[in-house]
């Protein structure tokens, strides 16, 4: 018998992921959320509590999300953070796994254009420890 539901799980991930993770607004919090039929991109101010820009796909025509959506969701989550003046992010996956749909968003996200703030800094380091 499970005493804890996926959705328990879910939640105490995303709680353990948020301690770690602060939007600010040199580096707004890019949150994922996916639900059974739409998936949702928001970029957040954490010091402020505002929400900078939003996209999602509720617009769009069709059914689940699959793969692909979730691909041009990322290149329209870029194209809207660049018109905010956002480029550099932090990603809060939400709880959900780092694969399937959460991957493609950040991946097509960060083919137009934005830098996740995390993996530059690993990049620098390794290029200066380098030398």
Do not use: C, W
């Not at 328990?8 to 639900?35: L, N, Q, W």
């Not at 003046?85 to 709880?95: L, S, Y």
Request: cysteine-free; hydrophobic content about 40%.
């Amino acid at each position: 018998m499970k005493l804890i539901s996926r959705k328990d799980i879910r939640a105490r991930r995303h709680r353990r992921v948020r301690r770690k993770i602060i939007g600010a607004p040199e580096r707004p919090r890019m949150s994922i959320m996916i639900s059974n039929r739409n998936a949702y991109v928001q970029f957040i101010d954490d010091e402020k509590g505002v929400t900078l820009a939003s996209v999602s796909t509720i617009t769009d025509k069709g059914g689940n999300i699959n793969v692909g959506t979730a691909r041009l969701l990322g290149k329209r989550a870029a194209a809207t953070a660049m018109e905010k003046g956002i480029k550099n992010i932090v990603i809060d996956r939400g709880g959900f796994k780092f694969h399937g749909r959460v991957k493609a968003i950040v991946d097509a996200a960060v083919e137009n254009g934005l830098i996740v703030s995390q993996v530059a800094e690993q990049k620098a380091e390794s290029e200066g420890g380098l030398e």
